[in-house]
């Protein structure tokens, strides 16, 4: 079964609703837990957004009364949160499930079910965040939570950030785990590291920084949770505890986070360009590179998002360097893209505009970052909307557009049709201005001295302009996404097939099979004969790829609910310890706890025990299929 | 695969030989090294600094048999699994730095 519009638009007719559900609820196929990260994604992607006009509204007029306190704290909260790990986490794995495998040749990831695991993992914490709205309020301290106002005043919202941020957490390590050991063991014959494509190699980098900052997060979050729940003082002053110990360890997660996320976005630039560019990707090995030395880096700056805590001076310097000797692989590349479209025929569909596009925007970003990592002129900057216009520059400008430009890039490959490109301009333009009207003036209103996350502002402080200008901005972008949004629904109506090589100009191996992909990938593993091989077998006069094997059986494993109801254990779990109270209720709560760690053991029993191994699609199956899908 | 001629068997049982010798060594080297550490914390007259420092160094040592000997890190191929154990290594070792060095309230 591949993943085309009808599975997914509509239940099958003969089968129904239930075994619709039943698909997508037990699948371990990469192609379609790619489909439900987007779609996941695309979800809190609303839901952030929605919660970004309110925080928005609220900030058009001075005084405003829409939301106040508290519940602005929330909202404000709420969009950080699920717009890092709810949004831009999913999306890039969603790519990374879609294309990897693809790229390398491979027929699914190293761990199958661990990856079906790491989707409900995900989608089931940022189900019990959500939850927080109807039970009680959202947490309120921030995206950070820094100690000691999440451990010691704020009420029950913090206990679902910590528990949902905890599930979905050991959702994207296990996804991380699972992109290392599929890049490193599943490359095709052929394919050796320095003949990756760039998204992969971006992927690899990616994962591995998940592997090393993630557990930072993990203890972290036990730590207040132990501070919540159980009294203990690991940021309690008073009792011998350092709250400056969770900054550091937010930030030793936090910093390398970021160039999780915009790390893909790098690679699906390195794609989109020289693809759209009919050339090969200028400056591979340094593109390489610089890949890895920016994940490296990624390590040793953390300081620079607490250069006021008081650290001291020769802290602050150490950082500071660090951080701006970033600017130099990220510099290789930005130079890498531009000399990849100087004498190109350059195409500019909807994804090359947000591909190049996110040149300059992201330079833009950039360059406000390596003003904020002078520890003196920081000191004026911090807790400034400066701050806010400089990381939703890089964040919405660099993680955003490029995701978006791979979302048309490849929406083909993992649907069978193109996503309109009328509709994907206007997509685009109102996108794209509308995110510099409204992230643009915030510079001036940081250096204007408004603070951030502060729910308004006074009349006569002359800030009224530049914020109404902004919320007009807010409005473009939320049109450019609702036009995202009607687009997908009419390319699944009355979209136009695509070929496999959908662009006509693709270089890498995702390409050389029909689209969508089948569920096999390859019917014969690829033999790999150098960086981009697709591109090369065409310019060598072949239709396909050389294949590395006869064609034969192959080999698949079986769906599983077990990913599925391991999660729901893991939310369980969650629940008790979210509503145990000191009090009355703890004993009950923790029983709830229990059966859910009951649970979840015993579907670990039961996965250890069942013996299944997978099953196979037959050389005569895969003909048939290769015969009846487009080339 | 055809069948494995009598030198490549006889290869082969030596390699296991020499194997199982490298287990007992380290296993033996492993009971010692955690006597010692448990030896010098009940001694007395030694001072507390020493002693954690030795038993640390100690740890340090079984770690890297345990990965070498027992976890297969020596053999062939295992450059990867190297990386990444350093890489994490690395890591964990400048977070502990960032604790002890610039905490500011200690």
Known sequence: ?631 | MSKPSNTSLYMERQKRKRELTYYLVSFFMMLLLTGLSFAAVAMKGIEKHFTAFFIVTLAVIQVAFQLYYFMHLKDKNHGMPALFIYSGAFVAFITVLAFVSIVWIS
């Open chain 1, 1 to 631: 079964m591949s993943v085309n519009a009808e599975s997914l638009m509509q239940p099958n007719q003969k089968n129904g609703l239930f075994s619709w559900l039943k698909t997508w609820l037990t699948t371990v196929d990469h192609k379609k837990i790619a489909v439900l990260y987007l779609f996941g994604g695309g979800l809190f992607f609303l839901i952030g957004g929605i919660e970004a006009m309110l925080i928005r509204l609220q900030l058009t007029a001075p005084e405003n009364h829409f939301l106040t306190g508290s519940a602005y704290n929330q909202v404000l909260t709420m969009h950080g949160t699920t717009m890092i790990f709810f949004v831009a986490m999913p999306m890039i794995f969603a790519f990374m499930n879609a294309v990897v495998p693809l790229q390398i040749g491979a027929r699914d990831v190293a761990f199958p079910f661990v990856n079906a695991l790491g989707f409900w993992l995900f989608f089931l914490g940022g189900i019990i965040l959500n939850l927080s709205w109807f039970l009680g309020g959202a947490p309120e301290a921030g995206w950070t939570a820094y100690a000691p106002l999440s451990t010691e005043y704020l009420g029950r919202g913090m206990d679902f950030y910590v528990l949902g941020l905890q599930v979905a957490g050991a959702g994207t390590l296990m996804g991380g785990i699972n992109f290392l050991v599929t890049i490193i063991n599943m490359r095709a014959p052929g394919m050796t590291f320095m003949r990756m494509p760039l998204f992969t190699w971006t992927a690899f980098v990616t994962s591995a920084l998940i592997l090393f900052a993630f557990p930072a997060l993990t203890v972290g979050l036990f730590e207040i949770f132990f501070d919540r729940l159980f009294g203990g003082n690991f940021f309690n002053a008073t009792n011998g505890g350092n709250s400056i110990i969770f900054e550091h360890i937010f930030w030793i997660f936090g910093h390398p986070e970021v160039y999780i996320l915009i790390l893909p976005s790098f690679g699906i630039l390195s794609e989109v360009i020289s693809t759209f560019s009919k050339k090969r990707l200028f400056g591979y090995h340094s593109m390489v590179f610089a890949t890895i030395l920016i994940g490296f880096l990624a390590f040793m700056v953390w300081v620079h998002h607490m250069f006021t805590v008081g650290l001291g001076p020769i802290a602050n310097t150490i950082f500071a360097l660090a951080t701006m000797a970033i600017a130099v692989p990220t510099g290789i590349k930005i130079f890498n893209w531009i000399f990849t479209m100087w004498g190109g025929q350059i195409r500019f569909t909807t994804a090359n505009l947000y591909a190049v596009s996110f040149i300059p925007t992201f330079v833009m970003g950039g360059v406000t970052g390596v003003m904020l990592a002078i520890p003196a002129a920081d000191f004026q900057f911090q807790d400034s909307y400066f701050v806010v216009a400089h990381f939703h520059y890089v964040i919405v400008g660099g993680v955003i557009l490029g995701l978006f430009a791979g979302l048309y890039y490849w929406w083909p490959k993992m649907f069978g049709r193109c996503l309109n490109e009328t509709l994907g301009k206007i997509n685009f333009w109102f996108f794209f201005i509308g995110f510099h009207v409204t992230f643009f003036p915030q510079h001036f209103l940081g250096l204007m001295g408004m603070p951030r996350r502060y729910f308004t502002y006074l009349p006569g402080e002359h800030l009224t302009t530049l914020n109404v200008v902004s919320s007009i901005g807010a409005i473009g972008m939320a049109i450019g996404v609702i036009t995202l949004v009607v687009n997908i629904v009419y390319t699944f109506v009355k979209g136009e097939k695509a070929e496999g090589d959908a662009w006509g100009t693709g270089r890498t191996l995702e390409w050389s099979i029909p689209s969508p992909a089948p569920e096999y990938n390859f019917a014969q593993t690829p033999l790999v004969k150098g960086i981009d091989t697709y591109w090369k077998e065409k310019m060598d006069g072949n239709k396909k790829v050389t294949a590395a094997e006869p064609l034969g059986d192959v080999h698949m494993p079986s769906p599983s609910i077990m990913p599925f109801l391991m999660s729901i254990s893991l939310t369980i779990v969650s629940f008790g310890f979210i509503f145990s109270d000191k009090g009355v209720h703890r004993t009950v709560s923790f029983a709830v706890a229990g059966i859910g760690i009951a649970m979840m053991l015993g579907c670990m029993l039961v996965r250890s025990i069942k013996d299944d191994s997978g099953f196979h699609i037959h050389k005569e199956e895969i003909i048939e299929t290769e015969k009846g899908m487009s080339k």
